[in-house]
Nanobody, 124 residues
Framework: QLVESGGGLVQAGDSLRLSCATS????????MGWFRQAPGKEREFVAA????????HYADSVKDRFTISRDNAKNTVYLRMTDLSPEDTAVYYC???????????????????WGQGTQVSVSS
């Protein structure tokens, strides 16, 4: 089970931190990712973090603004978002993948477990 929290309505330039609490699987053995889906658009990759947290990857659109991290002791993954803009408005999903090929972590199909999503709305 994956449960996201931390979304909300903010103004452009504000920051938010999303959390994804997990249970029921060996969290430390899974790549964790964040995806988002805006109204009328396809779900897109945002960020991913490796099992031990030593590798991260970001979509170009969020690089240098968003930071993904994980706490394996708490079975939780985070997404720190700064300098938010209206273009970041979307439902944000966390996901877990047992895929061992790090180069595949941007592909949603390799993620087997998904949360229900949390809404992030950014006003201008």
């Amino acid at each position: 089970q994956l449960v996201e929290s931390g979304g909300g309505l903010v103004q452009a330039g504000d920051s938010l931190r999303l959390s994804c609490a997990t249970s029921g699987f060996a969290f430390s053995r899974y790549v964790m990712g964040w995806f988002r889906q805006a109204p009328g658009k396809e779900r897109e990759f945002v960020a991913a973090v490796s099992w031990g947290g030593d590798k991260t990857h970001y979509a170009d659109s969020v690089k240098d603004r968003f930071t993904i991290s994980r706490d394996n002791a708490k079975n939780t993954v985070y997404l720190r978002m700064t300098d938010l803009s209206p273009e970041d408005t979307a439902v944000y999903y966390c996901a877990a993948s047992y895929e061992s090929n790090w180069s595949s972590m941007k592909i949603s199909q390799v993620y087997s477990n998904w949360g229900q999503g949390t809404q992030v709305s950014v006003s201008s």
